[in-house]
């Protein structure tokens, strides 16, 4: 268990991890996050008097989360691409990983504000995701509280008293997700790996022209040219239609590994989607990217 000191360093961390991670933005993107960070470190976020919970849109649940000695509070706004934006593939497997940590003790609150209902129900349902998510449509919870308009700083570790644990988004940055593991388990664990070098034949690679109904698929290889072993501690994606698997295992000095991309469109058109890959080497994140066109 942490001492008073202990968690004064644990929240300093917090605010240079965050700001560290983005590191290959501008100066003042910088700027913006440490301010952000600072700004809502243990601020309390208020919490609509009434919110209906459903199941995938159709079933209201009695979901009771208020309690909670901690939660993850996920809220999702109406701009942009909201496929993009929910990643709910990501969040299902954050979710069982945090569950297996802290025995199903920390509840995951979504809070989505929709600007197209019938897409955001067909989403949930395609991505077979059954926790209970809110759609607030009148933006209730954040007219309570204000939220950061970068999807960065839309998510929020809170303690029993609601507060601000940690801010951002972890399953778009592996460093965030590092802290809320952290907090959650209240061990101090070794995130620095030795680093190594990476070669990739091919960084891009363009589908052609091909029907919306069909899905498409390649293999992208990362060569180990370095002298230790390479680790992938995450890959997201720019959208959610873009799927991506490897083997999670250390591929050793001189060994290959593979990573399957996987793109299902979700409308007709053009397409360029990025995949980025957090590795233990010198220069990271690795991107690699899909192109292609998709017809009716």
Sequence with gaps: MYTTMNKNLFRLSC??????SLASCKESEKDTA???????????????????????????????????????????DSIGCTSCKLQLHMWKSLMEEVD?????????????????????NFLIRRD??????????????NRLNHFPSDITFQTFLLD?????????????NPNVKELYIRYLTGEERQT??????????????DFGSFPQTETKEH?????NTGVMPLVVHAATTSCGCTRVEYDKSPTPPGGTKEVRVTYQADEAGRFNKAITLHCNTENPPLILKVCGEVYN
């Design 219 to 223: 293999v992208f290889r990362l060569v």
């Design 15 to 20: 605010v240079l991890l965050a700001v560290l």
């Design 192 to 205: 620095e790996q030795p680093l190594t070098e990476v070669s990739i034949p091919e960084t891009e690679y």
């Design 160 to 172: 029993g008293g609601n507060r601000v644990k940690v801010i951002g988004n972890p399953v778009l």
């Design 128 to 141: 077979k995701f059954r926790s209970p998510v809110c759609f607030d449509t009148d933006d209730e919870l």
């Design 100 to 120: 297996s940590l802290t025995g199903g003790t920390v509840p995951f609150v979504f809070y989505f504000h929709p600007k197209d209902v019938k897409e955001l």
């Design 34 to 76: 440490l301010r952000l960070v600072r700004e809502w470190d243990g601020k309390e976020v208020k919490f609509p008097a009434r919110s209906v919970f459903t199941i995938q849109g159709k079933d209201t649940v009695d979901f009771d989360f208020k309690n909670a000695k901690s939660k993850v509070l996920v809220y999702v």
